[in-house]
């Protein structure tokens, strides 16, 4: 089934935006993905900072979706979608890094939906979602060595 953004749109009730080409196939894509500020991670990629809590509780996902984060100032929402018993979400995640919102697990293909990116797929597998950061550069001053520079990066998330 040739899955595009007006049948993704329709399926969840989430309206794109206009200037976005409504009948263009999703791709299906596997690895990491962005769209936004959010970034899917596939699951063994960072499965030395990231795991399940025990006793993990994971809810089906839905039809018409999942939202999975609003942008900032109750800004538009990104949506994962599947179809019906294809795909589990699930918040109960440990990140040493702290940027990880949940965890899906998906046995077809499901898609993230935003109305001003529009959508991307993935391949079956489990993934982790995480917000964005980005590294400030690093400040040299005279006389100071690299590893002074080093201890004065900040990350600041998205």
Known sequence: MTVTLASLSRQTGLSVLDHLEQEVTIPVL???????DLLVIPLPVVADVASTWDGVRWADVPAEGVELLRGAAGGNPHTLVADPFTCRWTTSIRDRLG??????????????????????????????????????AAVRRPGSTTADARNRNRFIED
């Open 30 to 36: 596997d690895g990491i993905q962005a769209q936004g």
């Open 99 to 136: 940027l990880a919102l949940g965890l899906f697990e998906a046995s077809a293909p499901v898609y993230l939906l935003h109305p001003e990116h529009g959508a991307t797929g993935f391949v079956p597998g489990t993934y982790v979602v995480r917000r964005q950061r980005e590294q400030v």
